[in-house]
């Protein structure tokens, strides 16, 4: 079975300062990889993917993640938080062996001070 | 214009009581989902549904059913409503079963008295 652990409730980072949000997986086959965000009383957005190719992906309001095989991590980054990066961010996986259904880790919530 | 849009935003019922959520949406995508977002944020797949048809459907209660009368279309009715019912449930949908691309309303939080 899928699964995507995510080790940290919440991460706190001051305005300004590099923002990380770990995630690792377990998948048969090659992943698909995905995160998305959620701010408060709204449904999740999506915010970038790694299928293929260049192992560090571009995604939306800033952010990257970087894909590693050996570790099965998919991290979220930002170079420079800001305050409105406060909020709940979802890792996901999906794989063909689980019927292309996308299974979410716990979540992480983000916290940036100003 | 709202792409996911669910009704209601909140519903508070008592134990028992039978309730329905709607979800539309207007991206034309073929594939829809009910996922249901515990106290504890975690998020779980319940239900999908491709042009209709029933795809997935996880260890759900049966007093849960939806019903998809078209394709842009998912609703969600829950019977006999119970206390650990109480939760945010959130639609999405893709424009295929194999689209990458997530879209999520903005929930309905359901609680149970």
């Known amino acids: 079975a899928q699964s995507v652990a995510q080790p940290e409730d919440q991460v706190n980072v001051a305005e300004g300062n590099p923002l990380t949000v770990k995630c690792t997986y377990s998948?048969?086959?090659?992943?698909?990889l995905f995160w998305y965000v959620q701010y408060p009383n709204r449904g999740l957005q999506f915010l970038l993917k790694?299928?293929?190719?260049?192992?560090l992906v571009k995604g939306s309001y800033g952010f990257e993640a970087e894909f590693n095989k050996s570790q099965t991590s998919f991290h979220l980054k930002k170079p420079s938080a800001l305050v409105s990066d406060s909020a709940l961010y979802f890792c996901a996986v999906r794989g063909k062996a689980a019927g292309n259904k996308l299974t979410f880790g716990g979540g992480t919530r983000v916290l940036v001070k100003p | 214009d709202t792409a996911v849009s669910q009704t209601p935003k909140y519903l508070v019922t008592q134990m028992g009581n039978d309730k329905s959520i709607k979800c539309e949406q207007n991206?034309?995508?073929?594939?829809m989902y009910w996922y249901k977002q515990d106290s504890k944020k975690f998020l779980k797949i319940m239900f999908s549904?491709?042009?209709?048809?029933?795809?997935i459907n996880e260890t759900v209660p049966n007093r849960f059913s939806p019903k998809s009368p078209d394709k842009a279309h998912l609703n969600l009715h829950i019977n006999s409503l119970e206390l650990g019912d109480s939760a945010v449930y959130f639609c999405?949908?893709?424009?295929?079963?194999?689209?990458?691309?997530?879209?999520f309303g903005s929930g309905t939080q359901l609680s149970v008295l």
């Open positions: 998948v048969s086959g090659n992943p698909y």
């Open positions: 991206l034309g995508h073929d594939t």
């Open positions: 790694y299928i293929t190719g260049d192992n």
């Open positions: 549904y491709n042009n209709k048809e029933l795809i």
């Open positions: 999405a949908s893709r424009r295929t079963e194999l689209s990458e691309k997530l879209f």
